[in-house]
């Protein structure tokens, strides 16, 4: 049986919302079962989670350009069902100058590159509720790192290989092309087997991104079918692909392919065994050099923390590696990057003069119910980050790009008397003594409190006082200089203190209401400098 006689069953091309290509067969979801035809005995039709699927037998005369095909429509459709999602909701919450999606949720940054002249960034998003399903790509662009313009939806989940959910990737620019590495994700049958696959598009001249379909369609040995988020490096005259994986007896750990092309992938190994037992699963591994010295990113899920305030299991990490003339990974130490409550899948980059700079999800897997939600929208981008290596330890701070967003700075002197700062985004610099407590976007009853516990010899970020729906509420990061110096970014919603000059970082979401623009000091006297940040220009939409 043709392709085309299942999509006239089917009731045509625009009832039908996902291809999916169990072996042997192909089946189609359909919007709308009453428009479905009669059907012949070689062809099945059942309700599947909520969806009415058509399957029937795949023959040879059903080939992956007529699949290819029906894709194309699909993600027209796709596009155009998404576009009136495109329209930022007002709310009091959402950030002036970081990141976040018109509507729907936001999360991984994906595809954060420089290529032909100019910065490239994409984020994952599902645009209709604060949800975690059908994941697309939209592609933002920039000059500077600051002003972002909206370009497209670059990817949809419209076809076989990634019907539910184009999960993330990074980006890869070779020449005149720019590529997107991704894994393709969906789900088969009722008890929705997960099916994975690495995934490739690439810019075409009409400057839309072109599939060109799975490049990794099986898994390699003792590996379930959690391996995914390729990062794709050219180094030692060959392109190496590294995916975070889970083995079989579930263990994290890092899977090594390599490619002299981009399009032909040999599998190497899975590296990182000098580390277990390090959790149940890797995700979203970066590799990038600096000062000569190798570093692989990764997100480690199922790490405990030994403090009893952190509960959560989705951690980050960056872990200084040797590679061995054969390609090989050696994990020697590692550190965490954030240590605070929502920092998560990181994607980094080097700029046209030669910094690495830093993108993270402001937010977390299983959290889905923040006040933002109430106006149709969940979860952020950080602001970038430069990243160095000094004196043996990763250092970071706010790229310097920000400082265009800075206004005129002025002088504060901090004590127990509130003051209003008449705004929620601003960039704060103080120097704190220990046993104090510093209460940032405050009104009588709602603060978020950095408190310098000279007897726990930590510094405590509590957001027990806000409007938080879900997640943890404090973060305690043990610290030994004599004072603490703070540089403090927020953004209507959320919080990054780079602590003593980048030597940690700790981000975090917090929500109090609009009026709550007021700060004060407890049991100390500090000078702080204060400047507004302004919004940037980005759009979310085609203008």
């Known amino acids: 049986m043709s392709l085309q006689r299942l999509i006239d069953l089917a009731g045509g091309v625009d009832n039908i919302q996902r291809i999916l290509a169990p072996v042997g067969r192909v089946t189609v979801a359909v919007r709308d079962a009453e428009r479905v035809q009669p059907l012949p005995h070689d062809v099945s039709g059942e309700s599947v989670l909520g969806e009415w699927q058509l399957s029937m037998a795949r023959d040879l005369a059903i080939t992956d350009a007529d699949l290819a095909a029906l894709g194309r429509s699909i993600a027209s459709a796709q596009r155009q069902a998404a576009a009136a999602y495109l329209q930022p909701t ?47 790509w939209v592609h933002l662009k920039s000059q500077d790192l600051v002003n972002w313009t909206w370009q497209s939806i670059a990817l949809t989940p419209s076809d076989w290989f990634d019907s539910h959910g184009v999960f993330s990737g ?64 050219h180094r030692q005259g060959r392109w190496h692909m590294l995916l975070g994986a889970q ?3 579930l263990q994290g750990r890092l899977a090594v392919y390599h490619s002299t092309d981009l399009q032909h992938w040999q599998f190497d190994k899975l590296y990182g065994e000098e580390l277990a037992p390090y959790g149940y699963m890797w995700e979203c591994p970066d590799w990038f ?41 050696h994990f020697l130490e590692g550190w965490q990057l954030d240590a605070g409550f929502d920092f998560y899948a990181p994607q980094s980059m080097q700029t046209a003069d ?128 004599s004072e603490v110096k703070l540089r403090i970014l927020a953004d209507n919603s959320s919080l990054e203190i780079f602590i003593n000059d980048g030597e940690q970082v700790m981000t975090g979401r917090v929500f109090t209401p609009p009026n709550a623009t007021h700060i004060s000091l407890k049991h100390a006297v500090a000078d702080a400098t204060f400047a507004p940040l302004n919004a940037m220009q980005w759009s979310f939409a085609p203008r």
């Open 90 to 136: 007002a709310c009091p919450y959402r950030p002036q100058w970081h990141i976040s999606p018109p509507q729907g949720l936001l999360n991984d940054p994906n595809g954060f590159i420089y290529h032909d002249g100019a910065y490239h960034l994409f984020y994952q998003w599902y645009p209709f509720a604060c949800e975690h399903k059908d994941k697309y």
């Open 354 to 481: 030669g910094r690495r700079v830093m993108c993270g999800w402001m937010g977390l897997p299983d959290e889905l119910e923040h006040p933002s939600c109430d106006n149709g929208w969940i979860h952020q981008f950080t602001a970038l980050r430069e990243l160095r290596w000094h004196n043996g330890q990763i250092i970071q701070q706010p790229s310097a790009e920000l400082a265009q967003l800075r206004g005129e700075a002025c002088t504060l002197t901090l004590n127990e008397q509130p003051q209003d700062l008449g705004t929620k985004s601003f960039d704060l610099e103080v120097t704190l003594p220990w046993d104090c407590e510093l209460h940032l976007l405050h009104d009588d009853s709602h603060a978020v409190v950095l408190t310098l516990d000279r007897a726990q010899g930590v510094l405590r970020f509590d957001r027990t006082h806000t409007q938080i729906r879900q997640g943890d509420t404090i973060r305690e990061l043990p610290l030994t200089s």
């Open 170 to 233: 990074h980006a890869v620019s070779d020449g005149d092309d720019l590529w997107l590495f991704y894994t393709g994700n969906t789900r088969l049958g009722h008890d929705r087997q997960r099916q994975t696959m690495q995934c490739v598009a690439r810019l075409n001249e009409h400057n839309q991104f072109e599939k060109l379909g799975p490049l990794i369609r099986t898994l390699p040995p003792g590996v379930t079918e959690h391996i995914r988020d390729p990062k794709v490096v």
């Open 247 to 249: 083995t079989q007896d």
């Open 289 to 329: 050099e600096m000062a000569g010295k190798q570093f692989v990113v990764f997100g480690p899920q199922g790490i405990r923390s030994q403090n009893l305030h952190h509960t959560i299991v989705h951690q980050n990490r960056i872990f200084h590696v040797d590679q061995d003339e054969q390609g090989g990974f």
